[in-house]
């Protein structure tokens, strides 16, 4: 079956980067773009960007824009995001999600158990 | 940018009918997809293009998309099914996904 196992809980100092990684498995890797999603605690879902294991390129929602940075090794069907300089407001759970598409639209059809991101002083 | 509406809470009695609602311009003319979301967990596909159910979910589930509003139907509800409940479609303007702010189903 598909899962995507995401590295553990990360406490960082303001202005630190952090990078999570979210390792696939029970697919082929390369035929499904990666998503990233955030939730604040208690807060909606906030969609950061994506990554195209296949060719390796990325887009990103223009709040990130010059700080996140996604990419994949393929070698392990892991895909990461890199959030750099971090501030208090980034503490959130970060979660992966596999695309699938429908009618020709992305679907996120399977998530990972997410990442717990600290930023503190 | 286009926006999508939810009601922050929705209450029912187990073995009720749950409606939850998600609004937005002439949503009707997109395809809205559910996620389900208990606490301290990843979110879950429930329903997909506006009334798929993915193999694995209840035929409790159901969904329907018309006019201004899409509609997330839970039959028979039951204390299992407590959770956030959140809407997305994917805007083809921006070419990104957007998700509603999210429905607390209590039971």
């Known amino acids: 079956q598909v899962q995507l196992v995401q590295s553990g809980a990360e406490v960082k100092k303001p202005g630190a980067s952090v990078k999570v990684s979210c390792k696939t498995s029970?697919?082929?890797?390369?035929?499904?773009?990666i998503n990233w999603v955030r939730q604040a605690t208690g807060q909606g879902l906030e969609w950061m960007g994506w990554?195209?294991?296949?060719?390796?390129?990325?887009g990103y929602a223009q709040k990130f824009v010059g700080r996140v940075t996604m990419t994949r090794d393929t070698s392990t069907s892991t895909a990461y995001m890199e959030l750099t300089s971090l501030r208090s407001d980034d503490t959130a759970v970060y979660f992966c999600?596999?695309?699938?598409?429908?009618?020709?639209?992305?679907?996120?059809?399977?998530w990972g158990q997410g990442t717990l991101v600290t930023v503190s002083s | 940018s286009y926006v999508l509406t939810q009601a922050p809470s929705v209450s029912v009695a187990p073995g009720e009918t749950a409606r939850i609602t998600c609004g937005g311009d002439?949503?009707?003319?997109?395809?809205v997809h559910w996620y389900q979301q208990k606490t301290g967990q990843a979110p879950l596909l429930v329903i997909s293009?506006?009334?798929d159910r993915p193999s694995g979910i209840p035929e409790r589930f159901s969904g329907s998309n018309s006019g201004n509003m899409a509609i997330l139907t839970i039959s028979r509800v039951e204390a299992a099914d407590e959770a956030d409940f959140y809407c997305?479609?994917?805007?083809?303007?921006?070419?990104?996904?957007?998700f509603g702010g999210g429905t607390k189903l209590t039971v």
């Open positions: 999600a596999r695309v699938a598409y429908g009618s020709g639209e992305p679907i996120f059809d399977n």
């Open positions: 029970g697919y082929t890797f390369s035929s499904s773009d």
């Open positions: 990554m195209n294991p296949y060719s390796g390129t990325s």
């Open positions: 002439k949503v009707g003319n997109k395809n």
């Open positions: 293009e506006n009334d």
């Open positions: 997305q479609i994917w805007s083809s303007t921006s070419d990104h996904p957007v």
